[in-house]
């Protein structure tokens, strides 16, 4: 479970990383307060919404089982551990 978290929080830092990475490239100071307005900040904090939203949008419709399969809940089957599975 924790690698779904942390691919969704690199998705939502991915704006603002990339905007101190082009503050570094044209020299800009990237800690100061002038270089990151509060409208460029809505800017960057709805594109880390949209990537995220986006995330889960594929993850719904491409992952998961085909339509139609069945599951088979894991069991234990002449003394060994089966596992769940689809069919």
């Known amino acids: ?3 779904p978290a942390l ?3 690199a998705l939502f830092l991915t704006p603002f990383v ?3 990475a082009f503050l570094v ?3 800009a100071a990237v800690l100061q307060s ?8 809505a800017t960057l904090f ?17 992952s998961g089982a085909p339509p ?3 599951y088979v809940p894991a069991h234990v089957e002449d003394g060994k551990f089966v596992p ?3 069919r």
């Open 1 to 3: 479970m924790i690698r």
């Open 7 to 9: 691919a969704e929080i």
């Open 18 to 20: 990339l905007y101190a």
């Open 25 to 27: 490239a044209t020299k």
């Open 34 to 41: 002038k270089s990151w307005p509060p409208r460029r900040l």
């Open 46 to 62: 709805i594109a880390a919404l949209v990537l995220m939203i986006g995330s889960f949008v594929v993850l719904a419709q491409f």
């Open 68 to 70: 139609g399969s069945t």
């Open 84 to 86: 769940g599975r689809t």
